[in-house]
């Protein structure tokens, strides 16, 4: 479910709230405080608000309310007086991206929409080549050309998928139906376009051995500028930290990376997702996975309130909480979805409108599975899918390169992108699914880049 839709902030009342204080921190307890700013402070919320257990601005909320328990009538009829000036007056987290606010927001309600996710396709030069020469297929423009013309021309595909992520090249390129870019090819399937803008990851230097940081900061303004004029509305920023044996500097440099990158797209119009992955490769089991993920979330958020980021304009993309690709332990789609739906609870505020995950090898069934299961109990997000692995595999392995396959590949593309879909809804049935035997594969593959 999105909590947001371009409409909530449309008027400019809707952005109040009787019980704002002035002085609230955009910092401290922020999911508290941006979801005081979306509506009527009498609106229901996610907690139970006692104001002994909450510090800050929120226990000055929790406080304010009660004192509007006993003098209702007077709060009511000041309220209408103030409300309007305070809220504006203390809030102004849209500054950097003002223009492109609704558009943000608009980006966000689509891709966001109850069933959908988004198709990832973003994988550079050289990871596109290996899975084209998996297929027996050269690693040319042409080929990858064809191949991501298949993807994007599937019809229907807009139905399950909001949004695709492409590589620069992609974004940039002439689909194979003459005189119609990609991007057209995209937008009229319903499909937006999106542009992986990371430029890669190298040696973390000051870092424990093997860590690494990613690049791309620097021209990140001039880049999102010119991605939004070629028609990218969302953005992607993948970091990894590892569970074993990481440095606190990989946590620092990996959430400082993504919340600068988070901040520039905004201001370019461009909705960031953010991807902190934590690797599967490792001997570690569930819970150190848990751990990590805790630590490199809280740091992501902490920095994301550092660099003002509008949460209700972010996508983030997680790993799934597991164990490690060496560890010889599978955790069933009950276990991996209650660790990763607890430590999601536990770390990001209810203002994040979407959390699209990542397959990171897992098999397409395996994935969906894992899907289907986190949504199978109330949260405040819209909890879906991101996948690229999880959602090609079958496809690109019944294409193998010949156009006269090209049907019954997006027929694949369809099944997978539903079953995702029904997933998102938590009504995915593996019992009627007919899935393939290549949607049982795994697909981890150690130190995988993009
Ligand atoms: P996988 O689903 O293959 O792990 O890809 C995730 C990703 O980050 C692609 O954008």
């Not at 997978?416 to 998102?424: H, L, Y």
């Amino acid at each position: 479910m999105a909590l947001l839709g371009a409409g909530a902030y449309g008027a400019a009342n809707a952005f109040t709230s009787v019980a704002q204080p002035a002085a609230l921190s955009p910092i401290g307890n922020q999911g508290v405080s941006q979801q005081r700013l979306r509506g009527n402070a009498q609106e229901s919320n996610m907690w139970s608000i006692s104001g002994t257990t909450l510090s800050g601005g929120a226990a000055a909320v929790a406080a304010m309310g009660l004192a509007q328990v006993a003098s209702k009538a007077a709060t009511k009829k000041r309220a209408n007086k103030m409300s309007k000036v305070v809220a504006l007056q203390a809030y102004n987290g849209w500054e950097h991206c003002a223009e492109y606010k609704e558009e943000l927001l608009a980006t966000v309600k689509a891709i966001t929409t109850p069933g959908k996710g988004i198709l990832a396709m973003d994988e550079s030069n050289g990871t596109c080549g290996m899975r084209l020469e998996g297929i027996g297929v050269e690693n040319t423009e042409e080929n990858r050309q064809r191949w991501r013309s298949t993807l994007l021309g599937t019809k229907g595909l807009g139905d399950y998928c909001g949004g695709a992520i492409m590589f620069s090249e992609t974004l940039a390129q002439e689909s194979t139906t003459k005189g119609k870019s990609m991007v057209d090819l995209a937008k009229e399937n319903g499909i937006i376009p999106g542009i992986k803008v990371d430029t890669g990851l190298v040696p973390l230097v000051g870092g424990n051995e093997g860590e690494n940081w990613c690049r791309g900061l620097d021209d990140l303004k001039e880049r999102t500028t010119e991605f939004y004029k070629q028609g990218a509305r969302f953005a992607k920023w993948r970091t990894t930290v590892r569970v074993r044996n990481h440095s606190a500097l990989a946590v620092k440099e990996a959430a400082h990376g993504l919340a600068q990158y988070a901040a520039i797209c905004q201001s370019s119009g461009l909705v960031p997702i953010i991807e902190p992955e934590i690797l599967l490769d490792g001997e570690h089991d569930i819970d150190e996975c848990l751990e990590t993920f805790e630590e490199t979330w809280s740091a992501v958020f902490k920095a994301c309130a550092d660099y003002g980021v509008m949460l209700e304009a972010v996508l983030l993309k997680p790993s799934m909480v597991t164990n490690g690709a060496q560890s010889g332990k599978k955790a069933d789609p009950e276990t991996v979805a209650a660790y990763t739906v607890g430590a999601l609870k536990r770390v990001v505020p209810p203002a994040v409108p979407g959390i699209m995950f990542l397959s990171g090898g897992q098999s397409e069934i395996e994935a969906t599975l894992n899907l289907n299961a986190m949504n199978q109990s109330p949260n405040p997000w819209h909890i879906s899918f991101s996948y690229a692995r999880a959602l090609q595999n079958t496809t690109l392995k019944t294409w193998a390169g010949k156009d006269e396959n090209a049907v019954a590949a997006q027929a694949k593309m369809i099944q997978r992108a539903m079953a995702n879909s029904k997933a998102q809804l938590g009504k995915y049935d593996p019992a009627t699914a007919d899935e393939d035997a290549s949607a049982a594969e795994g697909m981890y593959v150690k130190d995988y880049s993009y």
